[in-house]
């Protein structure tokens, strides 16, 4: 079964302090994985899409990074508006072709 | 990258009731999908909304309960019928445009309650 699992659920920084996210996934048939970041009460926001292993992306303070297993999320001297949530995803073969199966996301809550 | 709208943005129903969501992308779109949000849960895909035929249905979700429109490349329909409690939830309306991103993007959502 095609499953997404992201770690930790939340995660507290001060400002200037890096960390990463990991995104775990089984998937028969990746066809590329997506990270997107979403504010409360708003939808999700792309950010990149990864497709082979060793493919990185970058923006601004975010670079994400895909293996055969996971993906991570580095985020690089963190600020107070980089608080939110961030959803990993893989795109799989459903009957209609491009499905996203979506983890349960990261919080991220960056204090001063 | 393509913007979406969704009507109503949210809503209180009675439980019995149907709701029908509207989503409006600016912009002609290769696929479009619904996808629900509970507390707490990742997003799950409701369904694929076909351009002039019937949606393509995930497992656990039905026609009945959840029939969809998309009468062009830029509108889809989701309603939500006979609705309960468990109806609560966030519904998205998704596009998907082949280009060099791959690019899949959301609308804001629309927060349903049900009592």
């Known amino acids: 079964e095609d499953q997404v699992t992201q770690s930790p659920e939340a995660l507290r920084l001060q400002e200037g302090e890096s960390s990463s996210l990991n995104c775990s996934y089984t998937?028969?048939?990746?066809?590329?994985l997506f990270w997107y970041r979403q504010d409360p009460g708003k939808g999700p926001e792309f950010l990149f899409t990864?497709?082979?292993a060793g493919e990185e992306k970058e923006k601004e303070r975010l670079k994400a990074t895909l293996t055969k297993k996971e993906s991570f999320l580095h985020i690089t001297a963190p600020k107070p508006e980089d608080s939110a949530t961030y959803l990993c995803a893989v795109q799989a073969r459903n009957q209609a072709g491009t499905a996203l199966i979506f983890g349960k996301g990261t919080t991220l809550s960056v204090s001063s | 990258s393509a913007v979406i709208s969704q009507k109503p943005s949210r809503d209180i129903c009675q439980r019995g009731t149907s709701l029908t969501i509207q989503c409006q992308v600016d912009?002609?779109?290769?696929?479009m999908f619904w996808y629900r949000q509970q507390p707490g849960q990742s997003l799950t895909l409701i369904a694929t909304a076909n351009q002039g035929s019937e949606a393509t249905y995930e497992s656990g979700f039905v026609i009945d309960k959840f029939p969809i429109s998309r009468p062009n490349l830029t509108f889809s329909t989701l309603t939500v019928s006979n609705m309960s409690p468990e109806d609560s939830s966030i519904y998205l309306c998704?596009?998907?445009?082949?280009?060099?991103?791959?690019?899949?993007?959301f609308g804001p959502g629309t927060r349903l309650t049900v009592l």
């Open positions: 990864l497709y082979s």
């Open positions: 998937v028969s048939g990746l066809r590329g």
């Open positions: 912009s002609q779109v290769t696929m």
């Open positions: 998704s596009a998907h445009r082949v280009n060099s991103y791959n690019e899949q993007f």
